[in-house]
């Protein structure tokens, strides 16, 4: 099967922004006469529904943010009472209170026609075992896989995460064709079964992976098709979106956002200005059709670009490239838009320096100065000044090509960078704005 | 043909930033370990350096500095003794530049054996054969360790 609604997902792009535009302007109605959080801020922002007149008159709306789901805790904006409810989740709140989604019957139909159309996307179905090994319960990701995939008539393995051993046994004896987790976690998981003495690659029918909930790199799934034998596809969401949502086509040039439950906008993190196809930004997403708990102009935090053409699958939607970084983390260099993430991936192409390393940035007079400190390894080490110099160029070099702003490099002896267990901090600003 | 191996000395080389107390740290811990510091030379970039250090117990230098988190190679040397005059250092560098071999960098050091110039050349066994060839005398490795 090669889609699952392929009116919808074929749907030329003109008739689909029409959709939009009549969707998003229902959805402001509503949410003006029966939503008095999104009321106020309408309010405050100066906007009346009648204000709507084109999709691009989106931008004149007031964003939304995490904090207003944790200022609201449980359930103040939601706009469906709980007799309309038929479940909720929790976040774990890694950075404060927790946050609390709840669904309607039609808020779950849509998350789980959003993933069907994903999984097909990617070419799973009928005959495939998808091991579901994302955590189930309060958490998004193991129920919305776990619905996702018995509605396009795969078979769900509900391992949820954890006894790796154990889900590994179950991998091969039930012949899993497809899992659903973290990067990390398979990654995990091929490293157990390495020592168990298999080889998923070779002892098992595991053929694709649909991996997120955290951010991953290019190189991360090089690693992973290789060395487990394995597609890997990306999918993406976040609890206020209602869970995992988009799943990478089979193209695997970013996920397809379904433009009938969502608008995605890119902007400018530093100056709110809309960005074009293929410019890195941060992503806003509103939901056109969510009922519990709409989300508009939703600031998530992650940063992306997008491409806007008919994907060579045929569909389209408009596709969203993998998250490249989060805005918290941004470094405003001269002017650009800096991510801790590109000098990472950066360091991983010099396999002469370590992949730790540390940010200064400083003020010289007027212009701002970006110091980047990496430790050189101890195999790339001879006792030449000039091969050292080399290393130093080399990486300036790399990092001034990806980020696009000069940048000096400062070599350290290995191990002398601090180290982190979980989030890093990795920049100081010593810039007194 | 000359056994040129007796005559390649192993230094040790330290990668360092450039910041207050690595060089003493270096010191200390050599110290530590009973470890004689013959000679050394630091060679400075923006930023870092390389510590070079002729040392008598090598293998044990480099297990404890690499111990510590240092981040060390061994370097293959020469020594050659100079004469004790004006224009001994120039026969030297004159002899190898006539033979087409490259110094990379070259420090003194001193001791019973009188002015000895430490060399690293970009062809070691070449130019332990061309010094000896034209009579200049070259310190075996076992007179430092
Ligand atoms: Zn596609």
New interface residues.
Partial sequence: MMFWDPRMEEMPREELQRLQYRLLKTLVYRLYSFSPFYHDRMKESGVHPDDIRTLSDIRKLPFMYKRDLRDNYPDKIFVAGQDDLVRYHVSSGTTGKPTVVGYTRNDLDNWTASLARGLVSCGLGRGDVLQVSYGYGLFTGGLGLHYGAERVGATVLPTSVGNTERQIELMQDLHTTAIACTPSYLIHMGEVAEKMGLSIKEDTDLRMGILGAEPWSDTMKTRIEEWLGIKAFDIYGTSELSGPMFCECSEQKGFHVWGDLACIEILDPGTGESLGPGEKGELVVTMLQKEALPMIRYRIGDITSFEDGVCACGRTHPRVMRISGRVDDMLIIRGINVFPSQIEYALMTVPEVGQHFQIVVDRKGALDDMLVRVEVSRESFSDKITDLMAIRKNVEHKLRNTLNVAVNVELVEPGSLPRFEGKAKRVIDRRKL | MIETGRFLIK?I?V???NRPGRLAAIAKALEEENINILAFSI?E?D??G?V?TLVDKPKKAYEKL?GL?????F?DVIAVQMRDAPGGLYEIAKMLGDGQINI?YSYAYSGKEGAVLIL?VDNADQAVRLISSRGATLLESRVFQ
């Fill in positions: 230094q080389s990668f360092s930033e060679a970039a930023g870092f390389v070079r690499t988190g240092f981040n060390v190679a370097t990379e690293r």
